[in-house]
């Protein structure tokens, strides 16, 4: 549809590079296609009473096995690796939670089994916590075989794959959900929360993050995440991991969802040391590790800009010896939420405790910020998932798929935001490639985000 602006585009890239051009072409390509469907911003399905549920990929799938297996309304259908232990672990695990297994089929053995138990199982709904390159095609062919698709983050690694999988959901009408559990962090629900209510006045800018040191993961070295992951760190360009900071701000500002969108991003990397020299200190010099050359940059920042010309900055650091951090801060006209720690300063002071903005409400004093602010979903749900994983979030995620699915309510998270969320990876690539020259952000929803209502404030 028209609202590519192919001119705009290659102003603001590198022409000579090889790479952006191709990318520009296809991304053109997928934009000037009609749509062949449905646009997906607000979809919903009728109500389903009892979700047939099939999972792939069990490791931290495990989790939400566990989060969907003990909901009412439910069904698990089928179980898929690559290896056998981890199913019968998991089936294991799963008959302690349920006892409604009749219908569940077991696969394991080989990278294309999930394909014969799509075939063989029909889910009504596939959770998908695989590697990263194995997200779009699995997604797809879900979506194919007529079942909702929920993803790990990220959603794809290529734009490409992810004009597919927008493609193939507007045509199949089925969700694709990338499965952002940091939006339903307690912190994150909050400052949402006080976002909708203008206590932080108009939007301006966000810092979002994921700044995870990692590098253990490399004793992963035959099975589980450090076995592939490690591979990405040595081959991949830019921000590997960009969704867990943003997801949270992008919603804030609403992104994609009516008021604003993302428009062009720029990035830059800092040297790349930390990898090599943890391989060579920890793993022998013959070592698979220690024959790759991790030359992404340790420290990633890219910093998006929207339509309505708003400032997102976001890093990426899973090598540097440093705390944990996503950053989490949103900044408005009247005041900063900003996280990690959790802080608040309002223009206009709080009760009893600052005056204006020029100090911190922090420590102890947030209390009455929660007490005051906390999201209604945490406080209907947090007693009940407090220990389903990552402080509470992933149980409230997976509430809040299965009341969706269940009363047939639009998803939290819409395909197109999984891969606005996602697409930074690719883009910050292609900016590092050439100098930082701005990339510019391919509109998945065709002009129709402006239509898009906002997440609301869901009781
Ligand atoms: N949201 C979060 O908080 C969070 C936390 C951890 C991991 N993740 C994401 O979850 C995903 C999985 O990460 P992980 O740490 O569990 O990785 P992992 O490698 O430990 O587990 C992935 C599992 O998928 C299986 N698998 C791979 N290819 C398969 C195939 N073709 N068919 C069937 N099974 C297959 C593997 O055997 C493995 O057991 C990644 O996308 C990661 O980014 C998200």
Not at 17 to 32: E, G, K, R
Not at 91 to 98: E, I, N, S, V
Not at 444 to 457: C, N, Q, Y
Request: hydrophobic fraction near 35%; glycine fraction near 8%.
């Amino acid at each position: 549809m028209k609202n590519y602006n192919r001119r705009g585009f290659l102003q603001t890239s590198t022409l000579g590079a090889m790479a952006a051009s191709t990318l520009s072409v296809n991304c053109q390509n997928n934009l000037n296609s009609n749509r062949d469907g449905i646009y997906m911003g607000d979809f919903s399905e009728k109500p389903n009473n009892n979700i047939r549920a099939a999972f792939i990929g069990i490791n931290r799938g495990s989790t939400h096995l566990k989060n969907f297996a003990t909901l009412p309304g439910t069904e698990v259908v089928a179980l898929c690796d690559l290896y056998e232990d981890i199913v019968e672990r998991e089936y294991g695990k799963l008959k302690t939670y349920t006892d409604k297994l009749d219908n569940l089929k077991k696969y394991w053995g080989d990278e294309n089994k999930w394909k014969l138990m799509l075939d063989e199982v029909k889910p009504d709904v596939v959770f998908i916590s695989s590697n990263w390159n194995s997200h779009a095609p699995m997604a797809i062919e879900s979506m194919k075989k007529g079942a909702h698709a929920f993803v790990e983050v990220p959603l794809a690694v290529t734009l490409e794959e992810m004009w597919d999988i927008v493609n193939t959901s507007e045509k199949t009408k089925k969700h694709c959900m990338m499965m952002e559990n940091v939006n339903y962090g307690r912190d994150e629900l909050l400052f949402l929360n006080m976002c909708r209510k203008g206590l932080v006045g108009e939007l301006l800018h966000a810092e979002a993050a994921y700044i995870h040191e990692l590098r253990w993961q490399m004793y992963n070295e035959e099975r589980g995440t450090g076995s592939w992951r490690t591979l990405h760190y040595a081959n991949g360009k830019g921000n590997l991991y960009p969704t867990h900071g943003l997801g949270p701000v992008a919603q804030y500002m609403n992104l994609a969802r009516g008021e604003d969108n993302f428009k062009t991003l720029v990035s830059f990397s800092s040297p790349a040391l930390g990898r090599n020299i943890y391989s060579k200190k920890n793993f022998d010099e013959n070592h698979k590790w220690n024959k790759l050359d991790f030359s992404n940059g340790d420290m990633n920042t890219s910093i998006l800009k929207t339509v309505l010309g708003r400032t997102v900055m976001v890093q990426w650091d899973e090598t540097s010896p440093r705390p944990y951090s996503r950053l989490n801060l949103i900044q408005g006209t009247l005041g900063t939420l900003a996280g990690f720690p959790t802080r608040v300063a309002l223009e206009n002071g709080f009760k009893d405790i600052t005056k204006d903005h020029h100090s911190w409400i922090q420590g102890e004093n947030l209390q009455k910020i929660y007490d005051e602010y906390d999201h209604p979903l945490y406080k209907r749900l947090n007693a009940k998932t407090k220990k389903s994983g990552h402080g509470g979030m992933d149980g409230i995620m997976m509430y809040r798929i299965v009341e969706c699915l269940q009363k047939g309510l639009p998803l939290d998270q819409n395909v197109y935001e999984g891969c606005f969320w996602s697409a930074v990876t690719p883009l910050s690539g292609n900016s590092i490639e050439n100098e930082g020259a701005p990339q510019q952000f391919p509109d998945f929803t065709r002009g129709e985000w402006k239509k898009t209502k906002e997440l609301g404030i869901v009781l």
